[in-house]
């Protein structure tokens, strides 16, 4: 079901950086083939030959209330269900427009998905980031630091949920109480990882909208990109419980000649929620291998064990580079591309992201490659055996050749 193949001539962003030769694990998108029922709705759709404006169906938002029935467990409004035609990325960008002005800085939790303090930035937001709590234990890598939170009055909260780059799932008394800290600021939950959840996960993810009791001050950012393997689609929903907050949001992407609803990323949409719900177990399950190999091969148990954090969803390894090596090292080493911790904010700075969205034997190339790798850099080094003559002090003179 999730075995290699080829994506040669699509124009894939993850392996033009990866570079010819490498094996590509940096960019959060699966070489694991999507749900047939995607690729079949798609083709079907592009069969008719009409391709003009389309509109949000109320069924569609019904679609993605009932997905999070199903799946999680939780009632959403389809009142709030905001069906958007671009990356989630963008829609941060549009809620920053609507929430203008902030009260205070927009927070990032880090390490944290660098996206969210690219787009604040280029907003115009001051930024502020927070270090999260570290434990040392990979089980539980990371605490939110909420009296920093709340003592920062911010404007706007930022928080990747599952936690992205470490997989780690927030408790949901977490999750509410970020909300509260962040008040009367916005909590912005990106839970685009969120439906990735491992089925050995010891809680399950808390959608903030939900767990919170759909408080005004919290939106969720919801997607099928990550968990379909549908990034190329643009296409995402934002929950918003807030009335008000949906009128702004719809104001501002009219601004843009932005409304809602869409095309083709609909059409994938449509099709990943209602019939790609055994696909998705299978994805899973295949994750659950992919994790455990991964840890056999980095984590606490190997020699100079690399791993910071046991993931608890999605295919994310957070892992220590003082064992591994910088990302240059790895591609010229190794021929295997990784992300760069220092993406995720000061608080990353040496670590590396591995994504393990692989067909197994390609992963095996890649754990065995950086192994090898840990295992020199592990190794102890012997300083040459210095001869009588060569002892510090001695006034002998350099050969031809030797450096002075």
């Known amino acids: 079901m999730f075995e290699r193949f080829s994506r040669a001539g699509t124009g894939s962003a993850k392996w033009a950086r990866a570079g010819a030769g490498r094996i590509a694990m940096g960019v959060a998108d699966m070489d694991l083939p999507g749900p047939a029922a995607v690729g079949a709705a798609l083709r079907v759709r592009a069969g008719h030959p009409a391709f003009g404006y389309p509109v949000a169906e109320d069924a569609d938002r019904v679609l993605v209330a009932d997905w999070y029935r199903r799946r999680h467990g939780v009632e959403v409004d389809p009142r709030w269900v905001m069906l958007l035609p671009f990356a989630p990325g963008t829609a941060v960008r549009l809620l920053l427009e609507a929430v203008r002005p902030l009260p205070g800085p927009a927070v990032c939790v880090t390490p944290e998905w660098g996206g969210f303090a690219r787009v604040c930035r280029a907003a115009g937001a001051e930024v502020r980031e927070l270090p999260l709590l570290a434990t040392g234990d990979p089980d539980d890598p990371y605490r939110l630091p909420l009296a920093d939170v709340a003592a920062s009055r911010p404007g706007l909260v930022m928080l990747s949920s599952p936690h992205n780059p470490s997989g780690r799932i927030w408790p949901a008394a977490d999750v509410r109480a970020l909300a509260a800290a962040a008040a009367p600021g916005l909590l912005l939950s990106d839970e685009v990882h969120g439906d990735l959840r491992h089925p050995d996960a010891p809680v399950p993810q808390p959608v903030a909208v939900a767990v919170t009791g759909g408080a005004a001050n919290v939106v969720t950012l919801g997607s099928v990109g990550k968990t379909f393997n549908l990034s190329g689609l643009p296409s995402c929903f934002a929950l918003v419980p807030d009335a ?38 299978g994805l899973l399950a295949h994750l659950v291998r992919a994790r455990e190999l991964a840890m056999a091969a980095l984590g606490p148990a190997a020699s100079g064990g690399a791993v910071l954090a046991r993931p608890q969803a999605s295919y994310l390894l957070w892992l220590d580079g003082a064992g591994l090596g910088t990302r240059a090292e790895l591609l010229t080493r190794c021929d295997v591309e990784l992300a760069d911790g220092s993406d995720f904010g000061a608080a990353g700075s040496g670590c590396l992201r591995l994504n393990f969205a692989l067909p197994l034997d390609r992963l095996r190339t890649a754990l065995t490659r950086l192994t090898c790798e840990m295992s020199i850099r592990a190794a102890p080094r012997f300083a040459p055996e210095q001869t009588e003559q060569e002892q510090p002090g001695s006034s002998r003179e350099p050969r031809d050749g030797e450096t002075r």
Not at 255 to 266: M, R, S
């Open 244 to 281: 008000g907050l949906r009128e702004r949001l719809t104001a501002v992407m009219a601004g843009f000649g932005l409304w809602e609803g869409g095309l083709l990323g609909a059409v994938a949409q449509r099709a990943a929620l209602a019939e790609g719900g055994p696909w998705l177990d």
